[in-house]
């Protein structure tokens, strides 16, 4: 009987995406589209617990 609270929230969620306006890059979109990628190491410079990114806890 619990699910009434969690079905609110993906209502609301889904809600929220079907007509909130998002910010979108179109150009990026296009250029994935198109296979324009970015290099792949700017990609793995944004996960720091990526292999060779580590940081370790001091």
Known sequence: ????RAKAKQTKVARDL???SQEMDLDRLAKEL????????NQEDDDPFAEGNYIPRA
Request: proline content about 7%; hydrophobic content about 5%; charged content about 20%.
């Open 1 to 4: 009987m619990g699910r009434g």
């Open 18 to 20: 079907k007509y909130n």
């Open 34 to 41: 198109h296979g324009d990628t970015p290099s792949q190491q």
